[in-house]
């Protein structure tokens, strides 16, 4: 885990919560599909965040979502399936390309709680910034 002084986030999304039945093995499947994809993982007392996913215990459960990482290239999304089913993740799609668009690369697996969690590259591009970056102003 990464303690942070800066925040990354991106032009849409604010933050995810997801707020699930055992905190332990989401930390796992978390801290080790985001770990392929570079995104330290940040640990609180009894919640862990990571960029704009937030993940806490509690009652009433988020329910299931769809979330998506974004990957640099093929190679990355292969090693986050591989990492997610090692983790505790159940198959949801292999890795490939799907028909939502020319260039899609997918792979989908469910996380400990039952989200169906995919990692994506869109194919070749260039980033105008890796991220939106928030540093603290005081």
């Known amino acids: 885990m990464v303690e942070l002084n800066q925040w990354h986030r991106g032009r849409l999304i604010d933050h995810i919560q997801l707020v699930v039945r055992d905190l332990e093995a989401s930390r796992r499947f978390y801290g080790a599909v985001l770990e392929v994809l570079g995104v330290p993982l940040v640990a609180g007392e009894g919640y862990f965040y990571a ?3 937030f993940v806490s215990p509690g009652e009433p ?11 640099p290239d093929h190679e990355t999304v292969q090693r ?9 993740g ?13 260039g899609y690369y997918a792979a989908f697996v469910l996380d400990p709680e039952g989200n169906n969690i995919e990692a994506v ?7 105008s910034a890796p991220s939106v970056v928030l540093t603290d102003a005081s």
């Open 61 to 71: 459960l988020t329910g299931r979502a769809h979330i998506a990482f974004q990957a």
């Open 90 to 102: 159940r198959d949801n799609g292999a890795p490939g390309l799907r028909s939502y668009h020319p």
């Open 51 to 53: 960029d704009e996913l």
């Open 80 to 88: 986050f399936y591989a990492s997610a089913l090692a983790a505790g």
């Open 121 to 127: 590259c869109h194919g070749p591009a260039t980033r």
